[in-house]
């Protein structure tokens, strides 16, 4: 085992991650720990862009953009947070510009605006073009330019390191933060990371899903490790269905299609969302248009041989102006479709693709480690974290936005701690827990394989916990994870060796996935109301009276060593806007 | 050879075929083998499946102590460069379909790198070049308030080499690379010429004077084989030549 000594270790290189290091590693000693090489992360695969009110081709304010963000997240985001989100997004923008951001350019030469699901001028009149973009690549330009950025700063990565335990240590009765524990891929080592502060920025957990538009990597590191030590996770039952997957593969095609005009039909070729949003139609936020998709094929108006997707048309788009603006989620129709976007509707399905709720946190990034404390020294930002500005539903580039926002605050906020806070001693054998952990899976002879096991859950949660859920089906999936949590225990690996044993580590992953399909599912299960992207048949309205409020999941064990999740509730930070139905 | 039993068609395309193919696998495992050795595994799959999911099923259901690196599976991050019947490729982007499938489809480690296990190989040369080209905006003076502008032409100029996810493709299909380590190799040249052509940037200068040293971009031979391998339809060699011209025009 090795030990290092850091005064702020990050932990992830997608877009939050290394944006907190471009701010912490410019005032202290910084490392940031990743599993993927930072350009790999899958804040690259973003296409439509992130938006901000800059006003460069139509009237436009922060305001408007607030609005559209808590009236898109079903009135479950904490305004004070969206407030800061939509303020902060002008300068994120231009400050990403002036790293050397490629945006699309308007004719003028400022940075060119589209349109995008929910967002709209004077509250909710008409859609406004507030997103910026470069084509269908700005997740792609982020994260190139972030990481441009941490090459001139000299930002010391360690590349292929997995985080796989979070250490504390009290300190006059008080929980501090100590450090990190790590498993270096190449070599099969562990590594003990002492840090006053650390930023979680690990991104999402799509792979509880079968049918997801995120990478096999997704698999919610940060939101479980942060679990089993006692943490929170805030309205996890909340998980965003992309109206546009491909069928059956789960990749996406961004909203930006429907921005650039592209529309829904089913197959008797009716635009059918102006039924369901006369307003904004095929531009509605995204759960109502999931849901509106899920309930065509229900209706037996499904397209295709089996009835069971909708199509997405851009047929009466220009080829040259696909080539300009959506060039590369053509091409993904192209290649795994096989099907001609010039002159042939998309097939397309909802797919799994954001987490909205994960560690509670404040807005400047500092962990909740209940309705009430923060945890010193703790940080976390990105798809990991639930500021909230999501709430029930996130808007489409709003995430984006949010790890720029946040991974900037959070990076800042770490180094502000740094300076004023001592070093706490780390725990005694600091690496015994992750060694165990991974020692028991290693020597197993025998067992369970970890893809059935994970086959059978994303199976599960896809089939019961998806844009339609009840009370039966939740309790299906329920006791599936509970039977799959037992066959976990005896979970085995072919590879016992030592270097790039990615084997090993999908195990590991694994039962991350299934701590959080567990407080997915729980989570889904006492909410009894639909609300932005968590929809229950059996209770299909809103209800502010008993559900105004955040979940809050623990992990508890009981007496026997069993564990289960404890929920308590947190209430929603209200301040310029009650209520009110949602109309588009 | 292992035999896999056919588990389920993936559910939009009912009418996918599904047939038999044989994966020819360059196995590597530092820890047992002295050298690398050939394995084959002939497996049921489906008409849109990719080279990565036949890896997956491998690794998944036959043995699980098959590594290669991968992430997103849709052609984005840059994970999966390998040499797919003796091309690079990336094996998330090739559909088995479109290879002949009469004779086994082999797969290897990218070429130029050190292997280290199967179809990982070391990377840090490759990112250690892509590094000294400084790339990164170079601006002087204080930053402007708002944007600097930029023309929808000048944004367009430097377009192509903006896509690159450094998949490494490029680089490690260069024959001159393969020879001679010391070589940028053509992704460093792309990365560069992302910023030369790039109006808002002021540090062209001492970039091309990394790029004109012995190791720099008069190595390149012009072969095309990283234009033929570059996933993302990169002109290749066209921004290396580009960045030649730029040279000699500097010179001259
Ligand atoms: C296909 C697609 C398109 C999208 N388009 C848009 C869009 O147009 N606009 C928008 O606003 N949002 C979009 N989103 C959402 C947005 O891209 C993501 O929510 C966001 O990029 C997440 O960034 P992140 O930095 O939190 O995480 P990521 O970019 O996923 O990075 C996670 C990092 O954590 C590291 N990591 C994870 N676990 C560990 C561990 N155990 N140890 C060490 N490191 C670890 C990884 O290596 C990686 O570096 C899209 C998402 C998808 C999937
Ligand atoms: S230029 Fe093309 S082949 Fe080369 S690294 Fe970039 S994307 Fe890969
Ligand atoms: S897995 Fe990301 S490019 Fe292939």
Known sequence: MQTHQYDVVIVGAGGAGMRAALESGKRVRTAV?????????????????????????????????????????????????????????????????????????????????????????????AAVRR???????????????????????????????????????????????????????ATGETHVFRAKAVVFATGGAGKVYKTTSNAHTLTGDGMAIAYRRGLPLEDLEFFQFHPTGLAGLGILLSEAARGEGAVLRNAAGERFMETYAPTLKDLAPRDVVARAMANEVRQGRGAGPNRDYVLLDLTHLEPAHIDAKLPDITEFARTYLGVEPYTE????????????????????AEVLA?????LPGLYAAGEVACVSVHGANRLGTNSLLDINVFGRRAGIAAAKFVERAPWVELPESPEADTVALLEGIRERESGERVAALRRALQETMDANAQVFRSEATLKQALADIHALRERYANVSVQDKGRRFNTDLLE?????????????????????????GGHFREDYQNRDDVNYMRHTMAYRTESSDGDATVRLDFKPVVVTRYQPMERKF | MATATVEQAPAAADAVPSFQVTMRLRRFNPEQDTEARWEDHTLTMYGTDRVLDALHKIKWEIDGSLTF???????????????????NRLACKTLLKDLPLDKPV?????????????????????????????????TSGNDPSRERRQSPEDRARYDDTTKCIMCAACTSSCPVYWTDGQYFGPQAIVGAHRFIFD????????????????????????????TDACPRGIEVTKAIQEVKRALLFRRG
Request: charged fraction near 25%.
């Open chain 1, 33 to 125: 720990l990743t599993k993927l090489y930072p350009t790999r992360s899958h804040t690259g695969a973003a296409q439509g862009g992130m938006c901000a009110a800059l006003s460069n081709v139509e009237d436009d304010n922060w305001e408007w953009h607030t609005f559209d963000t808590v009236k898109g997240g079903d009135f479950l985001v904490d305004q004070d947070a969206a407030e800061v989100m939509a303020k902060e997004a002008i300068d994120a923008v231009l400050d990403l510009e002036k790293m050397g951001l490629p945006f699309n350019r308007t004719p003028d030469g400022m940075i060119d605006q589209r349109r995008f699901g929910g967002h709209t001028r004077k509250h909710g009149e």
């Open chain 1, 345 to 364: 509707p998309v097939p397309v399905f909802p797919t799994a693709h954001y987490a909205m709720g994960g560690m509670p946190t404040t807005v400047d």
């Open chain 1, 370 to 374: 209940d309705n009430d404390h923060v």
């Open chain 2, 106 to 138: 082999t797969v290897e480690p990218i070429k130029g790198l050190a292997v280290l296990k199967d179809f990982v190989v070391d990377m840090e040369p490759f990112f250690e070049a892509y590094r000294s080209i400084m790339p990164f905006l170079v």
């Open chain 1, 131 to 185: 997103s910026c973009y470069a084509a269908d690549r700005t997740g792609h330009m982020i994260l190139q330019t972030l990481y441009q950025q941490c090459i001139k700063h000299e930002v010391s990565f360690f590349n292929e390191y997995y985080v796989l335990d979070l250490l504390f240590n009290e300190v006059d009765g008080v929980r501090r933060t100590a450090g990190v524990v790590a498993y270096d891929l």
């Open chain 2, 69 to 87: 690196r991968r992430s997103c599976a849709h052609g984005i991050c840059g994970s999966d460069a390998m040499r797919i019947n003796g091309r």
């Open chain 2, 199 to 226: 109006s808002r940037d002021e540090g062209a200068e001492q970039r091309l004077e990394i790029l004109n040293d012995r190791d720099g971009v008069w190595r390149c031979r012009t072969t095309f084989n990283c």
């Open chain 1, 507 to 531: 195990a590991v992953e694994l039962g991350f996935l299934l701590e959080l399909a567990e407080v997915i599912v729980t989570g889904a299960l006492e909410r009894k109301e639909s609300r």
